[in-house]
């Protein structure tokens, strides 16, 4: 959220969590400023917040997507909630 402040020039977000037995949903959405329609959505090399962000998700087996266009951005995380594959549950 705080990022969101910092960056996007906009005013106000949105967080939505949603879960279920096999996943958890982050999804924060703002309406700052976004990239324009005939820019690439991320720009490379991508901003190394987004990248620790979606590494240490993928060290978890969970996903980040980005999406970005002129009136905001939608930036939603996703989480396993189960254990990974071929590692112990942990009790």
């Known amino acids: 959220m705080n990022n969101v402040y910092r960056h996007s020039g906009g005013h106000s977000c949105s967080l939505k969590l949603q ?3 096999d996943q958890l949903r982050i999804e924060i959405r ?3 400023h976004g990239t324009p329609q005939n820019q690439p959505r991320i720009v490379a090399p991508r901003a190394s917040v987004f990248a620790g962000i979606e590494e240490r998700l993928g060290q978890l087996g969970g996903t980040l997507e980005i999406e970005s266009s002129e009136i905001g951005a939608t930036d ?4 396993p909630l189960s254990p990974l594959q071929g590692q112990p549950a942990q009790s």
């Open 30 to 32: 703002d309406r700052g």
């Open 76 to 79: 939603t995380a996703t989480l």
């Open 19 to 21: 879960y279920d037995p």
